[in-house]
């Protein structure tokens, strides 16, 4: 028996230093390449949207996005094109963008996840059919270093509202918990997902 506990505690203390030696380098390159990122991710976000935004902070992240690294965007605010300063499209508490960590060494940032916590978004369509969503510029001043491919999708504690003025039909829920994944198999899309929504509202026709 006393065999057995050395056996096991030699096989403990062989996973712990696996752990420690793993995430001891996580941090290494977290730390090495954090300035980069978050000064492009930055840049970015002033140079592709075509609206106003604001966001508190921005950081390099793993561990909450395991195993994807990400750029985490702290107090999201983004404002509803051509509206005043105070009109929400979207706030967030957190944002999160996941890409591979061997994207750090290359260079080229593919975001594959996607996570969004505590927030609200309200989406439009006003009578002429346009949505006030398209936030990207039309010729934005891309380097080529990012691009979305994204497979999974969280999101949680969301309000949403989504109005359609023009075929008169609006709706108001909460999110509380949506997992979403996409594959891409065979040339065909498959999606799974896992949700729990609470919906308050839902008109259609002349509501106003």
């Known amino acids: 028996m ?3 506990l050395r056996i096991l505690r030699r096989i403990a203390v062989g996973l712990v230093t696996v752990f420690l030696i793993f995430a001891a380098s996580i941090f290494i390159i977290l730390w ?3 300035d980069d990122v ?8 002033g140079n592709q949207l ?6 508190g902070s921005v950081d390099l992240s793993f561990w909450s996005t395991f195993p994807y690294a990400s750029i985490h965007f702290d107090d999201v605010f983004i404002q509803e094109p051509g509206g005043q300063p105070t009109d929400t499209l979207l706030h967030a508490s957190d944002i999160y963008l996941g890409f591979s960590l061997s994207d750090l060494f ?4 593919t975001i594959r ?3 969004a916590s505590e927030g609200r978004a309200a989406l439009l369509i006003d009578a002429q059919g346009k949505p006030n969503w398209n936030i990207w510029k039309e010729n934005p001043s891309d380097t080529g270093q990012s691009a979305v491919h994204i497979e999974t999708l969280h999101i949680s504690d969301f309000h949403v509202t989504y109005e ?6 609006y709706t108001d829920a909460a999110c509380r918990h949506l997992e979403l994944d996409i594959r891409e198999e065979d040339d065909q899309l498959r999606l799974q997902t896992d949700a729990r929504l609470t919906l308050y509202t839902m008109v259609s026709g002349t509501y106003i």
Do not use: I, P
């Open 106 to 109: 290359t260079g080229h940032y």
């Open 32 to 34: 090495y390449f954090e």
């Open 2 to 4: 006393s065999r057995f």
């Open 38 to 45: 978050v000064n492009y991710a930055a840049e970015q976000v």
């Open 113 to 115: 996840q996607l996570k």
């Open 50 to 55: 075509n609206t106003k935004a604001r966001v």
């Open 164 to 169: 359609d003025r023009k075929q008169e039909f």
